[in-house]
T-cell receptor, first 113, second 111 residues
Framework: ETGVTQTPRHLVMGMTNKKSLKCEQHLGHNAMYWYKQSAKKPLELMFVYNFKEQTENNSVPSRFSPECPNSSHLFLHLHTLQPEDSALYLC????????????FGSGTRLTVV | GENVEQHPSTLSVQEGDSAVIKCTYSDSASNYFPWYKQELGKGPQLIIDIRSNVGEKKDQRIAVTLNKTAKHFSLHITETQPEDSAVYFCAASMDTDKLIFGTGTRLQVFP
């Protein structure tokens, strides 16, 4: 374990379902991130939270809704997803917002049917 | 904004040989260049990083070189072992800005 825990590890959902991804970090970091990893594409930054405040939304569709109740927890709420949203969703944290010292979780493999 | 290109997309080497993965970046203001290793079923893990004030950094069998003029940086793995097989990602960022990742290189080390 890296100190960043993601649940569930795998998720299959229908296009009309509502589900949530959870991320928890025990590293005392102040910044948390959601990334989408699709085959043969660079990791795509979705959202950045710094001290619980959202500092970046990288043009993500509204069917993805993040929530950061405190510096240790990050959620990604999903609703009315499309098959092309199937991917590995990775959470990361760092001491401060920026490029230095990211720790990634193992990801949630999402399949939309 | 920053753009990072990574080559090759796949690399196969014999155990004991060296492997080199290359990346180029577009924003000359970028000053932090980490490399991540992603094994099957896991998230990326930082293996080595370099800042723009140095040209080379080594950690046992792994080294990273940076050419700021050409905006190139490379990962070198010597004496490769089967457990080095994974996907490797380069990335670049500037100070407190976000990391921009390359597309990844799948390295296979054959016994």
């Amino acid at each position: 374990e890296t100190g960043v825990t993601q649940t569930p590890r795998h998720l299959v959902m229908g296009m009309t379902n509502k589900k949530s991804l959870k991320c928890e970090q025990h590293l005392g970091h102040n910044a948390m991130y959601w990334y989408k990893q699709s085959a043969k594409k660079p990791l795509e930054l979705m959202f950045v939270y710094n001290f619980k405040e959202q500092t970046e939304n990288n043009s993500v569709p509204s069917r993805f809704s993040p929530e950061c109740p405190n510096s240790s927890h990050l959620f990604l709420h999903l609703h009315t997803l499309q098959p092309e949203d199937s991917a590995l969703y990775l959470c990361a944290s760092s001491q401060e917002a920026g490029g230095d010292g990211y720790t990634f979780g193992s990801g949630t493999r999402l399949t939309v049917v | 904004g920053e753009n990072v290109e990574q080559h090759p997309s796949t690399l196969s080497v014999q155990e004991g040989d060296s492997a080199v993965i290359k990346c180029t970046y577009s924003d000359s203001a970028s000053n932090y260049f980490p490399w991540y290793k992603q094994e099957l079923g896991k998230g990326p893990q930082l293996i080595i990083d370099i800042r723009s004030n140095v040209g080379e950094k080594k950690d046992q069998r792994i080294a990273v070189t940076l050419n700021k003029t050409a905006k190139h940086f490379s990962l070198h793995i010597t004496e490769t072992q089967p457990e080095d097989s994974a996907v490797y990602f380069c990335a670049a960022s500037m100070d407190t800005d976000k990391l921009i990742f390359g597309t990844g290189t799948r390295l296979q080390v054959f016994p």
